[in-house]
């Protein structure tokens, strides 16, 4: 059973850090590039961050970008999102969620096709 | 970076209704759309996908169509546990982006 926990969430003041993590389970997890997506509270989803299979590639939002950085660890099977320089508009629900791939279409589509449950991060002073 | 627009924002509806959403992308997106359900205090699920692919154990009542910018989502027959918020996500961009969500609520 494919399973994604996160954690590594919790209160912060303006400016402060945090790291946040996602342990896989249920399936190759090298195999599979990650995104961070997050909710901020009563609000809609929006894509954070993205990480290909190896690593290699990362791309951010750019209301995070030079603030967070997405790495991953596949001996570890976990995927971890540092996020510095937290503003109270990074409050929200934070998951991670494995990008599958369906061949219905060429290129392939790709798709959120397993999700944590998220982890709370809260700015607030 | 690629816009999703939702309408609309929310609805009100009976048990047994019809029920269409409708997501339009900023650009041509080919079939590169995907549309999740959120109920309250769950991670979204994965309804459709590439427009108008049904996830495996979804049920039957819900569709989708378009392609290019224009996408629809219907539920033929509204049943109890289909109240919830819906999300269009495209896919064309490794940038994904999200419409706003449409909320549906009982009427």
């Known amino acids: 059973e494919v399973q994604l926990v996160e954690s590594g969430g919790g209160l912060v003041q303006p400016g402060g850090s945090l790291r946040l993590s996602c342990a896989a389970s249920?399936?190759?997890?090298?195999?599979?590039?990650m995104n961070w997506i997050r909710q901020a509270p009563g609000k809609g989803l929006e894509w954070v961050s993205y990480?290909?299979?190896?690593?290699?590639?990362?791309f951010y939002a750019d209301s995070v970008k030079g603030r967070f950085t997405v790495s991953r660890d596949n001996a570890k099977n976990s995927l971890y999102l540092q996020m510095n320089s937290l503003r109270a508009e990074d409050t929200g629900l934070y998951y991670c969620?494995?990008?599958?791939?369906?061949?219905?279409?060429?290129?392939?589509?790709?798709?959120?096709?397993?999700w944590g449950q998220g982890t709370l991060v809260t700015v607030s002073s | 970076d690629i816009q999703m627009t939702q309408s609309p924002s929310s609805l009100s509806a009976s048990v047994g209704d019809r029920v269409t959403i409708t997501c339009r992308a900023s650009?041509?997106?080919?079939?590169?759309l995907n549309w999740y359900q959120q109920k309250p205090g769950k991670a979204p699920k994965l309804l459709i996908y590439?427009?108008?692919t049904l996830q495996s154990g979804v049920p039957s009542r819900f569709s989708g169509s378009g392609s290019g910018t224009d996408f629809t989502l219907t539920i033929s027959s509204l049943q109890p546990e289909d109240f919830a918020t819906y999300y269009c996500?495209?896919?064309?961009?490794?940038?994904?982006?999200f419409g706003q969500g449409t909320k549906v609520e009982i009427k």
């Open positions: 969620a494995r990008i599958g791939k369906e061949i219905v279409v060429q290129p392939a589509v790709t798709i959120g096709d397993y």
């Open positions: 249920g399936f190759t997890f090298s195999s599979y590039s």
């Open positions: 990480i290909s299979s190896s690593g290699s590639n990362m």
């Open positions: 650009q041509s997106i080919s079939r590169y």
């Open positions: 590439a427009a108008s």
């Open positions: 996500q495209q896919s064309y961009s490794t940038l994904w982006t």
